[in-house]
């Protein structure tokens, strides 16, 4: 007989699609259809086939143990992990001892038989656990039951196969179903067995199609690490992260926006035999942990077959729908596959209608920092937790403190406060769990079980970008919460300073009109570190140990200026991407002397002077031959970002340009380095923050498309006040009469020559009646720090529409870009 065609409990994935979740659980059907409709897209799906939920009654109802499982689930106290655990193993040996049936172990067997045939003499297969409500084909079960990988012969996958159907009740399993309400026995489980990829030979990880930690949708988030993927799922390792931006990608440009190394301390491998207990973790070599575990090329390709299901799932709902996937590339064949495909449960669900910022109050001793899950903040006495057994010695309130966690964990994970582990990454257990619980989580501490004891009084932070912070003690905080609904836009264009791309994709969330001033700095001293000219000349760098504080930095690039070309874009272009399509302005680098100095290596580069604020900065060290070489990479990083990644709303702003001169060779230098301004779009903005500036403006204007006013720096050159000196800090004072008077002459002569105008100080910020000013000038944009945005936006339409009440009189029409 056409065993495909005519098993009573077998399906294969070609003739199972997503309607069929009663019948094979959600993870089997997902299997079924991308590998049915998929395939022929380019995306690689293992073949396999699902033993279907009737072979689980079938095995129940054999085996005649219906009616003990009932009893032992009766008076079942969720609460009690002892009684919890008891019945749960009750009832799995009972699964156990009934054995498979005679006719479905023929099936089985034969199913496998043809696998063996399609891929080679005795296959490894996976085994995957896929449970199904009947009366709730919705519902989701993700992460309850077990997988057994590595499964040859025949006496390995009938072991396999009735470990799966007893992993219906699993502790975590049976909790689950008490706290959604479902009903023990309405529930059935369908097992999946496909071709094993050897991932253990290479790599695999997680793929979200939205950012995790804020919703954010228009990236394909690619996790990784060496060997097979449970280390990942349940927060072992600290993986490596890849960002792919989605509206560039799909228009042909190499997206790649982002890439952060894990430590990849282990990798998970196994054995042969028919149990799970045969994996087992190895130390990763040091040079491995220092290498990403897969390609550039590879990312981009797994990011394709992500799009390709994304699209499919949001075609079928009739709306997007954000997916969470599984992939593993094969050691012996190079080939990457997809694995596992389910939606996205916790951001994806969020409306966005409320925006809730949580902000530190006051700061402690901080004991230990991570990766932040979410951008909560949480306070509570930590709990250490180090092994399973102790799970019944936590308190609903406390701060759960552990190596990692396991789904075993679930039912005290629940009630936790805050999460912090020692290991795991973005889509680690602990962080997925947390998001879907709402609590922060500060995981990959490194050393948190070590160096917070029980009992300690601890403040959780998730608030402060990528980085989260435990602090000493019971710190006040608070949380702001404002209404997104409705929200009126004012004319004049609201945008933000930023430095941090580790926040980008957050603030994105709250209405804005693109970044006003993006600061190349920041990228520079967070992630980079090191002085651009001793990474061209390290041979001047005479301090040993620097040089190789800078070779550690750079290992794994064959040339030391490649290192800074590609973390330079990869901040920028993060920031690009997270504020598509509205601009970004990215400041070149605008260190004083004494400040570039602080760089690794930067001490041999940089002249000594009295007075680095007015001296070596700015526009006047991109020509010189001191620094020459340095902008150059600067520019080479501006182009990656605009030409590889795609992201043209990029634009370049040019600091401190004292002179007219000074702009024309700028300007040329620029050109030189493939920046040409008009080509491709670009634009390229002048700081207007020198008196010079505004008086000349007419002749600047000649070579920049826009200005954006300094409000610090002219403040500080109109008046002639030193910004950073306490003694006279009084006499700073942005509502000067004189310094209003050089910002609308400014702003009137950007009307006149067609430039855009606008302020990215910090003046509207601390002076709201500052704004007024600016958008009583006609002004076409304010740039203002992320956490003052929603306030001054409020008063500048409050502003804009008194204006027009007033006899008549509106605002100015902006300048278009």
């Known amino acids: 007989m056409n065993m495909k065609q005519n098993a009573q409990y077998i399906r294969w994935f070609e003739d199972i699609r997503?309607?069929?979740?009663?019948?094979?659980?959600?993870?089997?059907?997902?299997?079924?259809?991308?590998?049915?409709e998929l395939t022929a897209k380019g995306v690689k799906i293992p073949d396999g086939f699902a033993i279907t939920a009737d072979g689980y009654w079938h095995v129940l109802k054999s085996g005649g143990i219906l009616d003990e499982m009932k009893s032992a689930m009766e008076g079942l106290d969720r609460n009690n992990v002892t009684d919890l655990?008891?019945?749960?193993?009750?009832?799995?040996?009972?699964?156990?001892?009934?054995?498979i049936p005679d006719d479905l172990w023929a099936e089985v067997k034969g199913a496998y038989d043809m696998l063996c045939d399609e891929y080679g003499a005795e296959t490894d297969v996976a085994v995957r656990?896929?449970?199904?409500?009947?009366?709730?084909?919705?519902?989701?079960?993700?992460?309850?039951?077990?997988?057994y990988l590595n499964i040859r012969g025949y006496q390995a996958l009938r072991e396999a196969v009735s470990k799966c159907l007893a992993s219906l009740f699993t502790d975590r399993a049976i909790a689950y179903r008490v706290d959604n309400r479902f009903d023990q026995f309405k529930v059935a489980l369908s097992v999946g067995v496909m071709k094993m990829v050897r991932s253990d030979l290479s790599s695999s990880g997680v793929i979200f199609t939205l950012d995790t930690d804020t919703g954010f949708r228009d990236v394909v988030l690619v996790t990784g690490s060496y060997g097979l993927g449970e280390n990942i799922v349940q927060g072992a390792v600290n993986p490596d992260e890849f960002y792919v931006f989605k509206p560039t990608f799909r228009k042909g440009y190499r997206a790649l926006v982002r890439k952060n190394l894990g430590d990849k301390k282990m990798k998970l491998i196994y054995g042969r035999g028919g149990a799970k207990e045969v994996t087992r973790n190895v130390e990763v070599p040091e040079a491995d942990r220092k290498t990403f575990c897969i390609t550039d090329d590879d990312v981009l390709t797994l990011a394709g077959y992500a799009l390709t299901i994304e699209d499919h799932y949001s075609e079928k709902a009739g709306k997007l729908v954000p997916m969470d996937i599984e992939w593993a590339k094969d050691g012996e064949t190079g080939e990457l596959f997809i694995v596992q495909a389910r939606p996205e449960t916790v951001q994806s669900q969020k409306t966005g209608d409320i925006l809730e910022t949580f902000r530190m109050d006051e700061r402690g001793e901080v004991l230990v920092t991570g990766k932040s899950i979410g951008d909560a903040i949480a306070a509570g006495k930590a709990r250490v937790i180090t092994d399973v057994s102790r799970l019944s010695t936590f308190k609903p309130g406390e701060i759960l403190i552990s190596d990692t966690t396991t789904p075993d964990w679930e039912p005290v994970m629940k009630t936790a406060g805050a999460i912090v582990t020692n290991r795991g990454g973005r889509?680690?257990?602990?962080?997925?769990?947390?998001?879907?619980l709402g609590i922060p989580a500060v995981v990959g501490t490194g050393d948190a079980t070590e160096k917070i004891p029980t009992g300690t009084d601890v403040t959780v932070s998730c608030a402060e970008g990528e980085e989260g912070y435990v602090y000493s003690g019971i710190l006040k905080f608070h949380v702001e919460k404002t209404s997104l609904k409705g929200l009126k836009r004012p004319r004049t264009e609201m945008m933000m300073n930023l430095g941090n791309p580790d926040e980008a994709f957050g603030l994105a969330m709250i209405p804005n009109d693109g970044i006003g001033l993006a600061r190349m700095e920041f990228i520079i001293a967070s992630s980079i570190k090191v002085h651009p000219m001793a990474l061209i000349h390290q041979d001047k760098v005479e301090n040993a140990a620097v040089r190789e504080e800078i070779d550690d930095l750079t290992s794994g690039y064959a040339d030391k200026a490649d290192y800074f070309v590609e973390k330079l874009a990869e901040g920028a272009g993060t920031i690009a991407a997270a504020f598509y399509p509205n601009p970004v302005v990215v400041r070149m680098s605008d260190f004083k002397t004494n400040e570039y100095a602080n760089l690794l290596g930067g001490e041999y580069f940089e002249p000594e002077e009295a007075n680095p604020m007015l001296g070596f900065r700015g526009a006047v060290r991109y020509y010189d031959e001191r620094y020459r070489e340095g902008f150059a990479l600067e520019c080479r990083a501006m182009k990656r970002v605009r030409d590889e990644m795609g992201l043209v709303n990029l634009i370049i702003m040019i600091p401190f340009c004292r002179r007219v001169e000074e702009a024309k060779r700028v300007i040329e230098e620029l050109g030189k380095n493939g920046l040409r301004r008009g080509e491709n779009g670009l634009q390229v903005y002048q700081m207007c923050e020198i008196p010079n500036n505004i008086v000349l403006i007419d002749e600047f204007s000649e070579?920049?498309?826009?200005?954006?006013?300094?409000?610090n720096d002219l403040t500080q050159l109109t008046l002639g006040v030193d910004r950073d000196s306490a003694i006279i800090v009084q006499e700073f004072d942005e509502r000067d009469p004189g310094v209003e008077k050089m910002v609308a002459v400014a702003v009137e002569g950007c009307r006149r020559n067609g430039r855009h105008s606008g302020l990215c100080g910090q003046a509207p910020s601390d002076f709201p009646e500052f704004a007024d000013f600016l958008v009583e000038q006609g002004i076409n944009s304010i740039s203002v720090n992320p956490d003052a945005l929603l306030k001054i936006t409020l008063r500048v339409v409050e502003t804009e529409e008194r204006m027009k009440a007033e006899k008549g009189r509106e605002r100015v029409a902006p300048v278009p870009r």
């Not at 656990?129 to 997988?147: I, M, V, Y």
């Open 703 to 711: 070579f920049f498309d826009g200005f954006s006013i300094g409000s």
């Open 18 to 36: 997503n309607e069929d979740v009663p019948l094979v659980g959600g993870k089997n059907a997902s299997l079924g259809e991308m590998y049915s």
């Open 129 to 147: 656990s896929s449970a199904t409500a009947e009366d709730l084909p919705t519902a989701s079960f993700a992460g309850q039951q077990e997988t």
């Open 427 to 436: 889509t680690s257990h602990a962080a997925i769990v947390s998001r879907e």
């Open 85 to 99: 655990a008891t019945r749960g193993k009750r009832a799995r040996d009972l699964i156990l001892g009934a054995g």
